[in-house]
């Protein structure tokens, strides 16, 4: 659950292995080990998988703000206010943990991110110079030279001088530094420098409404903001024989756009068998780019998708679905369940679910724009991972074996551009969902974190949703 513990689990995995296998120490069982790590290796993770962490705790510093201090201590603090979430066991990381987020960062160009890990990972070096961990693969040297150069791209040459000076009293025969060196003094005597402006996050051009994205990620749960008289909780039989005996629990989350949220949607039983036939067949999550379709840094979770055929489970959901919508959840009127595991620091930046292009491919199914989504949370998170709707202002946290259902279309068909949502990181804790759009949609975050979506489409639903006397509605 703890994303530091992931982070360093991935890390030993990933480098802490073939460190074993190819130290002086392993020689006498070298056959053996060398075997050994060939059998496993496929399943270790890989590089990516390391680079992808580190970029995990890079999203769950920005997107709640969070201090590096405190990160690297173990503590998940923005400043002056309480912890967001309080792990059982306060673990730290190590030196070379925050060097390698660092190094991430500064191999794209990203100097706001790598200056303020490197900073700790120096910090942390110079406080247990001289004595030697084995899982090390960098050093104070490494962090001296990564961390001057990032301030030399960031303009403050005082600052890089002063970092290689002090690189200079470890290795002081380095030639590239002595040089650097020198072309910082003549920088520095001659004006020349860049003036250090205060360094700012890389630019997203897709998350132009990020401060407000990143506000309704971190509000506490339950603070639900506006239009709070008109809200109501019911039980709804919604003329359907099946919710007679057992109405359905509705929670009116919002009137425009219209978003309820129902309570005990399913029963844990329900969600552990959705998880676990869905557990095979994840695979990473891909987004519409175009005619095609492709992975996206914006979206970061696994999924599955899984007919109705697949067990009386997922045949009994669509069947809830369909009494508690009053919507044909039957495809081609609706796609699959899909189920989502959000793993660490996964995330679904702002988007709308419906196309907002005729090109894109959710048409190959021929049955029309995705006219709601609902989307039932399969595991409970400690920390993060609500839903937010960011042009809407407000947004709902993980409830375990809710549904969260809202129209993506107006009734008149057209895109309902109040809808924009997101899935924030999950910052604690493993997120599930499972879902569908024309209704489709679980999405989740990771096993223990799973959603279902059933997205919903247009065509089928004429008579369960027809079009009012006013076309703009
Ligand atoms: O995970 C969430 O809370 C939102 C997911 C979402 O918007 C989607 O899967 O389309
Ligand atoms: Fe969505």
Not at 4 to 25: C, T
Not at 354 to 368: E, F, I, V
């Given at each position: 659950d703890n994303p530091l513990l992931a982070f360093s689990l991935i890390k030993r995995l990933h480098s802490g292995w073939p460190n074993v296998v190819y130290s002086d120490e392993a020689t006498r069982n070298t056959q053996a080990l060398h075997a050994g790590l060939g059998e496993v290796e496929q399943e270790l993770p890989g590089a990516e998988d390391l680079d992808g962490a580190a970029r995990a705790l890079m999203r769950l510093q920005d997107v709640y703000a969070l201090s590096v201090k405190g990160l690297?201590?173990?503590?998940?603090?923005?400043?002056?206010?309480?912890?967001?979430?309080?792990?059982?066991r306060r673990v730290p990381l190590s030196a070379d943990d925050c060097f390698h987020v660092g190094k991430v960062a500064y191999d794209t160009g990203d100097y706001y991110h790598s200056i303020a890990w490197l900073e700790e990972a120096a910090s942390l070096f110079r406080l247990s110079y001289g004595s030697w961990n084995l899982e090390d693969r960098s050093s104070l040297e490494d962090a001296l030279d990564h961390l001057a150069f990032s301030y030399f791209m960031a303009g403050?040459?005082?600052?890089?001088?002063?970092?290689?000076?002090?690189?200079?009293?470890y290795d002081p025969?380095?030639?590239?530094?002595?040089?650097?060196?020198?072309?910082?003094?003549?920088?520095?005597?001659?004006?020349?420098?860049?003036?250090?402006?205060?360094?700012?996050?890389?630019?997203?051009?897709?998350?132009?409404?990020?401060?407000?994205?990143?506000?309704?990620?971190?509000?506490?749960?339950?603070?639900?903001g506006l239009q709070l008289l008109q809200l109501s909780c019911s039980y709804e039989t919604n003329s359907s024989p099946y919710l007679l005996l057992q109405p359905a629990k509705k929670e009116l989350v919002r009137i425009q756009p219209y978003v309820a949220l129902y309570h005990d949607f399913i029963t844990d039983a329900e969600a552990e068998t959705i998880k676990g036939l869905a557990g095979p067949w994840l695979q990473r999550s891909v987004v519409a780019s175009g005619e095609k379709?492709?992975?996206?840094?914006?979206?970061?979770?696994?999924?599955?998708?899984?007919?109705?055929?697949?067990?009386?489970?997922?045949?009994?959901?669509?069947?809830?679905?369909?009494?508690?919508?009053?919507?044909?959840?039957?495809?081609?009127?609706?796609?699959?369940?899909?189920?989502?595991?959000?793993?660490?620091?996964?995330?679904?930046?702002?988007?709308?679910?419906h196309a907002t292009?005729?090109?894109?491919?959710?048409?190959?199914?021929?049955?029309?724009?995705?006219?709601?989504?609902?989307?039932?949370?399969?595991?409970?998170?400690?920390?993060?991972?609500?839903?937010?709707?960011?042009?809407?202002?407000?947004?709902?946290?993980?409830?375990?074996?809710?549904?969260?259902?809202?129209?993506?279309?107006?009734r008149n068909g057209n895109g309902d551009g109040?809808?924009?949502?997101?899935?924030?990181?999950?910052?604690?804790?493993?997120?599930?969902?499972?879902?569908?759009?024309?209704?489709?949609?679980?999405?989740?975050?990771?096993?223990?974190?799973?959603?279902?979506?059933?997205?919903?489409?247009?065509?089928?639903?004429?008579?369960?949703?027809?079009?009012?006397?006013?076309p703009q509605d």
């Amino acid at each position: 659950d703890n994303p530091l513990l992931a982070f360093s689990l991935i890390k030993r995995l990933h480098s802490g292995w073939p460190n074993v296998v190819y130290s002086d120490e392993a020689t006498r069982n070298t056959q053996a080990l060398h075997a050994g790590l060939g059998e496993v290796e496929q399943e270790l993770p890989g590089a990516e998988d390391l680079d992808g962490a580190a970029r995990a705790l890079m999203r769950l510093q920005d997107v709640y703000a969070l201090s590096v201090k405190g990160l690297a201590s173990g503590v998940f603090q923005r400043a002056g206010q309480p912890p967001l979430y309080s792990p059982g066991r306060r673990v730290p990381l190590s030196a070379d943990d925050c060097f390698h987020v660092g190094k991430v960062a500064y191999d794209t160009g990203d100097y706001y991110h790598s200056i303020a890990w490197l900073e700790e990972a120096a910090s942390l070096f110079r406080l247990s110079y001289g004595s030697w961990n084995l899982e090390d693969r960098s050093s104070l040297e490494d962090a001296l030279d990564h961390l001057a150069f990032s301030y030399f791209m960031a303009g403050n040459i005082s600052h890089a001088l002063s970092l290689s000076r002090e690189f200079l009293r470890y290795d002081p025969s380095n030639q590239r530094v002595s040089r650097n060196v020198a072309k910082y003094k003549k920088l520095l005597e001659t004006g020349t420098g860049a003036s250090a402006s205060p360094l700012q996050r890389p630019n997203s051009t897709r998350l132009q409404s990020r401060d407000a994205y990143e506000e309704l990620c971190q509000r506490p749960r339950g603070q639900v903001g506006l239009q709070l008289l008109q809200l109501s909780c019911s039980y709804e039989t919604n003329s359907s024989p099946y919710l007679l005996l057992q109405p359905a629990k509705k929670e009116l989350v919002r009137i425009q756009p219209y978003v309820a949220l129902y309570h005990d949607f399913i029963t844990d039983a329900e969600a552990e068998t959705i998880k676990g036939l869905a557990g095979p067949w994840l695979q990473r999550s891909v987004v519409a780019s175009g005619e095609k379709q492709q992975k996206a840094e914006y979206r970061i979770s696994k999924s599955a998708w899984l007919k109705d055929t697949a067990d009386p489970v997922v045949r009994a959901l669509d069947a809830r679905i369909a009494a508690v919508t009053g919507l044909d959840p039957r495809p081609p009127y609706a796609e699959h369940l899909q189920v989502v595991n959000y793993g660490l620091g996964g995330h679904y930046e702002p988007h709308f679910d419906h196309a907002t292009s005729r090109k894109s491919p959710l048409y190959r199914m021929k049955s029309g724009n995705r006219i709601a989504t609902i989307m039932i949370y399969l595991s409970a998170v400690e920390a993060g991972g609500s839903t937010a709707f960011i042009y809407a202002n407000f947004s709902v946290p993980v409830v375990k074996n809710a549904a969260l259902f809202w129209w993506n279309l107006r009734r008149n068909g057209n895109g309902d551009g109040d809808t924009l949502h997101a899935g924030c990181p999950v910052l604690a804790g493993d997120k599930w969902g499972a879902g569908n759009a024309q209704m489709p949609w679980i999405t989740g975050k990771r096993i223990p974190d799973t959603m279902a979506n059933k997205w919903i489409h247009e065509h089928g639903q004429e008579f369960r949703r027809p079009c009012s006397a006013d076309p703009q509605d």
